[in-house]
């Protein structure tokens, strides 16, 4: 590490009391996460032993305009529903800490509470590397948007095989620059909306910051004077009906989703969920844990999309 003070000395004076604080984080911004929470997409609920979404498939095949007044109609049984099989994902942040830690940075010695700023660091830990598997295929078990929205809008998604299932592909389209992104991001909107005026239209877009800045670029000519100030740029970007926000392992890819059809889906009883403190059994010190149950799953992938290079 090329940071030079230790751990302790920079959680602890020397015997002389100052406020005590949280540390400054240097590296964490789970921007992603919080927009999901935003918008209802962490659901929280209790798990089996995997989890399971019931869908509606298909059209009801016996149904028909009439030709005739009494026309013979379909006595086949009803088949329009499946299932999309997960299986959850485990994270765990581990906190370990010393006796000597505890003598070092007693109450009267802190500049921050230790272990407190352990705990508060194993949790920031923890949701940014939900936010990284998010833009990933699968890390572990937890799936990411390569799984759900991948740019070829096929590939095997809670057991369903979308090269067969063709209802089961998610929207994609390309773009090369800022000359054709806008026209991109329009057809993967339209083509995830399916009608004007749907309930399950797209409420978030996600990239990184680069591509963000690309598109907004693309909207120069509505910059306008705010009072005797020139307002370039806007904090929060909109597309139609999707708030799109940036992170910082997002990459040129843009996703698309709704709260309805895409959710962050975590144990009810474990998720961030912080353990009694243990001693450890053959050194002098102690041991917490950050323990969650997770998947990241869709019940609707025609209605997730992804605007590519």
């Given amino acids: 590490m090329a940071f030079s003070i230790s751990q302790i000395v920079a959680a602890s004076y020397n015997a002389v009391l100052n406020n005590t604080r949280g540390p ?3 590296w964490a911004e789970s921007s992603v996460m919080r927009e999901f929470e935003r918008q209802g997409m962490i659901v929280r609920e ?36 499946s299932a999309a099989v997960y299986e959850f994902a485990e994270l765990a942040t581990p906190i370990t800490w010393s006796n000597r830690d505890e003598v070092a940075n007693a109450s009267d010695n802190q500049k921050i509470d230790l272990v407190k700023g352990l705990v508060a660091n194993a949790i920031q830990t923890h ?7 998010i833009f990933a295929t699968s890390t572990s ?32 389209a390309t773009y090369v620059d800022d000359t054709d992104i806008e026209a991109a991001l329009t057809t993967v ?19 990184d ?8 670029g693309t909207q120069q000519p509505l910059q306008r004077y705010a009072d005797q100030d020139f307002k370039a740029g806007a904090k ?7 708030r799109w926000v940036f992170s910082q392992y ?36 102690f041991n917490k844990r950050i323990y969650s149950a997770l998947q990241l799953l869709t019940n609707n992938k025609s209605r997730l999309g992804v605007a590519h290079v």
């Fill in 46 to 81: 209790s798990f089996g032993a995997q989890l399971e979404c019931t869908l509606d498939v298909r059209r009801n095949p016996g149904g028909t305009f009439l030709t005739s007044e009494l026309q013979a109609l379909s006595i086949q049984k009803t088949d329009v529903m």
């Fill in 236 to 242: 929060t970007i909109v597309f139609k009906t999707a």
């Fill in 209 to 216: 910051g680069a591509t963000q800045a690309l598109f907004e």
């Fill in 24 to 26: 400054e984080n240097q």
């Fill in 141 to 172: 078990g937890f799936l990411g948007m390569l799984t759900h929205a991948p740019d070829s809008g096929q590939g095997s998604d809670g057991g369903i095989d979308s090269s067969i299932e063709t209802v089961w592909r998610s929207q994609q």
């Fill in 127 to 133: 949701d940014d590397l939900i936010e990284q598997a």
């Fill in 250 to 285: 997002g990459g040129s890819r843009v996703y698309m989703a709704n709260p309805k059809s895409l959710q962050l889906k975590v144990s009810k009883q474990y998720f961030r969920e912080l353990s009694k403190e243990q001693p450890l059994e053959n050194a002098a010190g």
């Fill in 189 to 207: 909107w339209n083509a995830a909306t399916k009608g004007s005026g749907s309930p399950m239209m797209p409420t978030i877009a996600f990239s």
